[in-house]
């Protein structure tokens, strides 16, 4: 057990498995080789070891867990939620089942999913974990307003500054920038060097109209991870904002560096090159974003025609088959 918490799959593994030979009747032994392969992703080992342990002491909770989990993770909702329901009976003052079945039917899209969560925030208010897990499966769904009152109650409740941040991406995905930052920095009081918050509160400043905090926080993120792709960009729209050209060119540069294929980046690249009078420069990257991707021609061809420092061009036909040379 204390190698699967360390992560040591394969000593764990290794031990499990002398443990087996020793006591191959143990039904304990049989939990723990099921928790072990559904930890490595073999499901159909998991599944054998949890239906073995499961026939040795029936209704016991903790496999009954391990046995829904290795059914959730084979897509099968409904048996994992027969089995964590039996779990939680059997054992309603431990929250992992009530939890788990609160997850499936989540992902089953089942009605009553709104009335068992309610009912898990009276009883189990600070089980992080579950908390945790409840956020993603309503992100996943769909569901992303819901989601943040869930990962708020994981951060309420959690010492760990990703609590914090992943609670400020909800709040981001939802169009709350202002919240998403308070979220983000109660994230970086905890841990400086946590690069995704530190990039993604530079993201929403940005949002929030606080430019030049915005580049701080995200020139302090590159700092820590120089090779980030979308940090560049997202340097780079602000400079953008700021009309930084100089400071933009460098940004969107080092992004491509980092993430040649992505369109956006060589278009925003070629506009600064243009703006900055290098239209050779910015033709060549306004060809990369055509072979990454030929829908961005409308937006080169507004932008070679309609800014300052460009040409004018009568036949979009021959300014299309300029970009594909």
Same mark, same amino acid.
């Given at each position: ?155 309420? *409740? ?49 949002? +929030? ?45 080092? *992004? ?39 829908? +961005? ?29």
């Amino acid at each position: 057990m204390a190698e699967l918490r360390a992560g040591r799959i394969d000593s764990a593994d290794a031990l499990c498995g002398q443990i087996l030979e020793a006591a191959p009747h143990d039904p304990a032994a049989h939990q723990l080789a099921a928790t072990i392969a559904l930890r490595s992703g073999r499901l159909e080992d998991a599944a054998r070891w949890a239906n073995s342990s499961l026939s040795l002491r029936p209704d016991h909770a903790p496999t009954l867990v391990v046995a829904a989990r290795v059914a959730r993770a084979s897509g099968n909702l409904a048996q994992a939620r027969t089995w964590s329901e039996i779990a939680a009976r059997l054992a309603p003052d431990r929250p992992e089942a009530a939890f788990l079945s609160c997850v499936t039917r989540i992902e089953s899209d089942d009605e009553k999913a709104r009335s068992v969560l309610e009912d898990l925030l009276m009883r189990f208010p600070n089980f992080v974990e579950g908390w945790r897990e409840i956020a993603e499966a309503l992100r996943k769904a769909g569901h992303p307003k819901t989601a943040v009152l869930a990962f708020a109650r994981a951060a309420e *409740s959690s010492a760990d500054p990703m609590d914090h941040a992943r609670l400020g991406a909800a709040l981001q995905a939802i169009d709350r920038p202002r919240e998403a930052c308070v979220a983000f920095r109660r994230a970086l009081e905890a841990a400086p060097d946590l690069v995704e918050a530190r990039a993604a509160l530079g993201t929403c400043l940005r949002q +929030t109209g606080e430019l030049q905090s915005a580049r701080v926080e995200l020139e302090r993120a590159l700092k820590l991870r120089p090779g980030d792709g979308r940090a560049w960009f997202a340097l780079g729209l602000v400079c953008d904002d700021l009309r930084d050209t100089p400071g933009a060119i460098h940004a969107y540069r080092r *992004s491509v560096e980092a993430q040649p294929d992505v369109p956006e980046v060589h278009v925003n690249l070629g506009l600064n090159l243009q703006n900055a009078g290098d239209l050779d420069a910015a033709m060549e990257s306004y060809r990369h974003a055509m072979r990454l991707r030929p829908d +961005t021609f409308g937006r080169i061809a507004q932008a070679l025609t309609s800014a300052n420092k460009g040409r004018l061009w009568l036949n979009s036909a021959r300014l299309r088959r300029l970009l594909e040379a």
